[in-house]
């Protein structure tokens, strides 16, 4: 009886503390409660699977692709192109040295009889393979040169040769058809005061 | 003499296809129902190809088992730097030989009478003569004891896989299943014993007839049903009670340094063993083999109505029945898996100890009781 007494904390009172009732005391029936939810869920999906119909929220996916990614979806790359339908990008290769994935390999040429624009890249390649889809290389373009639209590139294969991005897929795109992201109009004045 | 080694020798290649095949088709059943459950579409992947042809069998990933068994055996068989040698190697049969033999004392048919199934005066009919035999591997009077103690040598090999691992999360995990299952046989055994009580046999096969002469087991004993399901789910290590082997903190409990097919045989022994407890469900509780009305010589409506079937129909139609229902069984027990969370552990040793035994006791109480009362 005798010895020290441990003041002992006050329990702490939560707002949101659950509190079960004699139903869910008892917990067999809510076992019963949980296997009607899912058995609910099963029987419902299969009877669609039985019927012909769908009966998953899941896409089959290299076979079949979900149509309602965002606009905003990071997918596959693309290369904008100028009005004549050359590309737009300059080869500055910033986009490759941002890429955290290395995954972006550019080969230069240049071209003399063009003084607007004499740097255009040869190769432009994407492995997708590595590519994470983070989105910095098109943060990093200088020349709105690459962009990323919803659609995912067709990636699943067995050959990693085929899973690079070549100019042929990025080029197939064409500002002009797309119009949620126009081609901006370029900027009247240069401001000369911010240039390096 | 003769006609027993055949009998028994179709019996017992039967109950092994009957049991490893009823296994992969679990493993597959796990996994589309479990995607089916979630809106998935689940495993669809793996194919047969007929050779020389493209055409590709996929068959809802049906295939998926075969090839994981494959993928387990050409695996490389890599073992721990230290472990026990003789144990390391014994655990795994230890796990998956008993689940194997319970089923031995399972009637999976009624009364079979070979002779029936020929011509009457062939040499075929000749050779049975008028014998009759039940269709059951060993049709032992002990049957439910055998179950019984067949089942607990099943809690040696994985207490022995844990501790001859010399690893920590092996042995944390085995003696969690140790204690675990030991529970829980405490717990299953009392619910057995009211069953016993109430049926006056341990013959599985009487106790299928009994159950076919008066009403199911589940109508008689319905908390006894639920206890033992319980209880042999949890003697199965699986998800409400997979304490044993929960991947969120003992990376993989007692099989952690196991690969390859040692550590297949491991996860086929848990799906042999659904296919087990179904079986002493169905055989306990829904009236094993037998379907209502249907007697050795045909369906007897209670109207008076009777349907003649051969000996041979009856038997399939026993079969079948048996088949079906054990396949049930065995997707309510998935369905289960699929649906609760895992318990703690101190709400484990909590339902079997404080639950599950003083309900299985009083069940006994009432049940003897009631048992003196009507006798």
Known sequence: MTGRTVPTKPKKQYWNEPRLGLWERVYLLEIVRGLSITGGVFFRNMWKWITGRKGALTAYYPEETRPDYSPNNRGRHVLTQRGDGKVQCVACNLCATVCPAYCIEIEATADFDEPAHPKSPTRFEIDYSRCIFCGFCVEACPEDAIRMVKDTPDLPGFDRDDMWGRKDLLMNWHPLTDPRKRYPPAPAVRDEEHRP | ?375
């Open chain 2, 1 to 375: 003499m003769m006609q027993d080694l055949l009998v028994h020798g179709v019996y017992i290649a039967y109950v092994l296809a009957f049991l490893l095949g009823l296994a992969t088709i679990f493993t597959w059943v796990e996994r589309k129902q479990s995607a089916v459950m979630a809106d998935r579409i689940g495993a669809n992947r793996a194919y047969l190809r007929i050779p020389f042809t493209q055409v590709k069998l996929v068959w809802w990933g049906l295939f998926h088992g075969m090839a994981d068994g494959l993928k387990m055996i050409l695996k490389e068989n890599f073992t721990p730097a230290t472990y026990d040698r003789f144990c390391y190697q014994l655990a795994p049969w230890l796990a998956a030989v008993p689940v194997l033999l319970v089923f031995a004392v399972v009637p999976f048919g009624g009364e079979v009478q070979p002779a029936r199934f020929f011509e009457p005066g062939s040499a075929a009919a000749e050779f049975f003569g008028d014998r009759s035999w039940r269709m059951q591997i060993a049709s032992l009077d002990a049957g439910l004891l055998f179950v019984l103690a067949v089942s607990g040598v099943g809690i040696l090999g994985t207490m022995l896989a844990g501790w001859s691992s010399n690893n920590k999360f092996s042995m944390l995990g085995a003696a969690r299943a140790a204690s675990q299952m030991i529970s829980y046989e405490v717990a299953m055994g009392l619910a057995l014993i009211s069953v016993v009580v109430t049926y006056g046999t341990v013959d599985l096969f009487e106790m299928v007839q009994w159950q076919q002469q008066a009403a199911w087991g589940i109508v008689v004993q319905p908390l006894a049903f639920i206890l033992f399901m319980t209880a042999a789910i949890a003697e199965n290590k699986r998800i409400p009670f997979d304490l044993p082997e929960c991947e969120s903190e003992l990376v993989s409990g007692y099989f952690t340094e196991y690969t390859s097919m040692k550590m297949g045989l491991f996860l086929l022994s848990e799906f042999i063993e659904i296919v087990v407890i179904s079986a002493l469900v169905v055989t306990l509780f829904l009236g094993g083999y037998t379907l209502p009305f249907l007697g050795p010589e045909g369906f007897a409506l209670p109207g008076g109505g009777t349907w003649a079937l051969s000996h041979l129909t009856v038997t399939l139609l026993q079969v079948l029945a048996f088949t079906a229902k054990v396949f049930v069984v065995g997707c309510f027990q998935i369905g289960i898996r699929w649906t609760l969370p895992r318990f703690r552990y101190d709400q484990l040793m909590d339902l079997g100890w404080k639950i599950l035994l003083p309900l299985a006791a009083a069940n006994l109480v009432v049940t003897a009781v009631v048992s003196w009362w009507l006798l």
